[in-house]
């Protein structure tokens, strides 16, 4: 996607966030929490991953369009690529510091928009450390994070399965932690109160 429509929601993107969420809300009993807490502005979302439908739950609970980052290799699947590309997630090389997905997430914040990161850095049935990156790219935007809890994904689309089945959902939106400094040892603060919070709100 054209950096230069990051500011913007494309018709596309409405049209899909509402008929996404009628057909979740039925079939996983998709619910909400802590909405009220979803700061304006840009920030940087901060998500555990214990499912390969954790994009398509959060996209859906949040009434703005984020951009993911996402692991390259999927953008050579034919659809999976073509969805990531319309939705306007960035590509990352995992297991190394990717200057480009580094660029393109700042560019992305610095025009208002916010941006979703699992820090676990790959599907996580239980709860892992998270890595550093998502602080690294709030403390240099200036902006907060937002730890996020799904629960149930993990359930109802298990690593391993091909069809998901029904099950009951949440997505428990926490509240937003100042940026923090340019100093290693505050961004892994900053990681470690955000997983925590995830960790504490994802068990229930």
């Not at 409405?14 to 909400?32: D, E, G, K, N, S």
């Not at 807490?37 to 979302?45: D, E, N, Q, S």
């Not at 739950?57 to 073509?82: D, I, S, T």
Request: proline share 12%; with cysteine; net charge positive.
């Amino acid at each position: 996607m054209d950096r230069r429509d990051w500011p913007r929601e494309p018709r596309l993107f409405r049209v899909t966030w509402a008929a996404v969420r009628a057909l979740l809300r039925p079939f996983f009993c998709f619910r909400v929490e802590g909405i009220e807490r979803f700061p304006p502005g840009a920030a940087v979302l901060v998500a555990n991953h214990p499912s390969a439908l954790d994009p398509l739950f959060l996209a859906a609970a949040v009434p703005e369009r984020m951009l993911f980052l996402a692991a390259a290799e999927f953008f050579a699947l034919p659809a999976v690529g073509w969805a990531m590309r319309t939705y306007g997630c960035i590509p990352v090389r995992r297991g190394e510091v990717d200057p480009a997905a580094v660029r393109g997430a700042l560019l992305a914040l610095a025009a208002g928009r916010k941006v979703a990161v699992f820090p676990e850095g790959r599907i996580s049935p239980e709860p892992a450390r998270g890595q550093r990156g998502a602080a690294l790219l709030a403390s240099r935007a200036g902006v907060p994070m937002v730890p996020v809890a799904i629960v149930g994904t993990g359930r109802v689309f298990p690593l391993g399965a091909w069809f998901p089945r029904p099950g009951r959902v949440v997505v428990r939106i926490g509240p937003p932690l100042p940026p923090p400094s340019d100093e290693r040892a505050s961004q892994d603060a900053a990681t470690e109160a955000a997983m925590a919070w995830i960790h504490a709100h994802s068990a229930r």
